[in-house]
């Protein structure tokens, strides 16, 4: 069982379509996944789930739970002014300490429209999953130039595919 | 001409504290100073700021230009889970590029409940602001155990307020 | 089988001491343990040992094919300088790739005289090991104040030694 | 004054290449140089020169003498494995601190036969010097595939040779 978090809630990203081919991909592979997209934040998450209000959004409690209950993590990471959404980690502060993170496993797939394919964004990322106490899979495709390697919700760029099979394949038995 | 970020929405929060010793501080020091507080992020903040919608949500436009005019930045950072707030992140997400950080400085102050002093949160904040074209101060006060050192609005250990006094006046020629 | 390496070339380091205590605890767990010191290391070690004259000294070669042959690594990391020992990257570049780190499993221990735990030091290092292929343990000892924790070849802490056993049960089931 | 330094003592490098481009170019631009290269660090360096021999290597306190009269340094950063030459770090150690670091100013430049330019290996040493004291100028421009974009000792690419010219300018206004 794997859940695929897209993470970033811009509408129609590119995160998404490779969170959809990985989705798809893990499902070949013989996975149970669960999706969860960080669109489906409530508008008002910011005022009504952090700090003294966790656990009171019902809309949101409802992903909170799933992140709980779920044991592997592949999370689909854009780069934004040069590390990860802030909204990812603003996730994150709205989850449940430690039963999210602890002793979980996750896979980090880093995406960029420049060169750098998310490489500081994935450090920052393992450093903070690693201190919540997950295991954080070496393994981290840096699919850079993404807008030029995905068509019509494929990946166009063997190598990039190969990249995300490997990963997975390292992923199913991490 | 300094501006001060509480970097945190969260209520009644240490950074919010801290954030006022320091702007009382560097006005004590001749500076005149401005203060931006994420606890006035709209509360759709997420939904009517960001990407597609950047610029188009007249409360939070005032802070924005306030942004864009700011020379020099101090950010009180507390830790949360292992690095920064992620709301400080996704209100980066939200300014206007390059003009809000290129050719900009910034000092940044960490604070933790526990022990680490959010020199983590420092690290991946300097590898953001660096990448946006800030040039970020060395000098970086690690204040850990805040609560225990702080009271009454006064921070109560010498050392914490030798090491901000330390910062401010590195910052002021920086 | 696990690799205990003191990350640090300095003699009678408290390192060594604690990459001592580690072996005994691994050993009564029930691991085979192999020792790396750095202190063995050739003295023109960086003249006769990296880049073109990699494999050219016979007596760093023993250490070499150990790491090789090596599993599962422990290093015991020393903050020096907001980082970890120069020495121990120079060692790492020495070293024969991929073949010394892709596939491997990695768990760190910082040990520093002040109060940062190697924090730092440990994240960098986290981010050369997966690089390099290695699966680094997201539980990673911060033992601050170690000439104040340790005696007589002894960790006299009990939270300290509490730290070291719960890494090794996570690490011998990683 | 600024001191250039190569940050490998691997002989005929790339890294020592863009050292003497970059000289070459600040001295056209009206600022005396020093150059300090790795390679010229003493074979025994490892055994001779740290710790508790700190001070006690003739050969090297030439090297050390210059970089506590250093203002400003430029380091140009190789990848090797992932981030920086461990020799540069173990360079580092050998110094005498707070003298070296404390108050002064570096910048850095990246260079890699892969596609990262070093980006990593930036974002450590900007975190160990900004621990030591020294303001590192945001713009740190990253150099990939290096091989393909110099030529007899010349830059080739223009775009590259652009990025080291805005960093210089911004550097000697830093």
Chains 1, 2, 3, 4 share one sequence.
Do not use: W
């Not at 669960?34 to 966790?54: G, H, K, R, S």
């Not at 995406?111 to 500081?120: D, K, P, R, T």
């Not at 030029?148 to 190598?159: H, V, Y």
């Amino acid at each position: 069982m794997i859940t695929i978090i897209c993470g970033t809630n811009r509408k129609n990203s590119q995160s998404e379509i490779v969170a959809g081919i990985y989705k798809k991909m893990a499902e070949e592979a013989g996975e149970t996944c669960d999706f969860i997209n960080l669109q489906d934040l409530p508008e008002d998450f910011i005022a009504t789930a952090l700090y003294e209000n966790a656990g009171s959004n019902e809309q949101f409690n409802v992903i909170r739970q799933k992140m709980v209950e779920a044991e592997k993590f592949v999370i689909i990471v854009p780069e934004y002014n040069g590390s990860f959404p802030g909204i990812l980690k603003t996730f994150f502060d709205g989850l449940i300490f430690p039963a999210t993170f602890s002793g979980k496993k996750c896979a980090l797939v880093g995406i960029s429209s420049g060169v750098q394919g998310a490489v500081l964004a994935m450090s920052h990322l393992t450093d903070i999953l690693n201190y919540c106490g997950t295991n954080v899979l070496a393994n981290k495709p840096k699919l850079s130039a993404i807008e030029k390697n995905i068509a019509d919700g494929q990946i166009t760029n063997p190598l990039y595919a190969q990249l995300l099979k490997s990963q997975l394949e390292a992923f199913i038995s991490f």
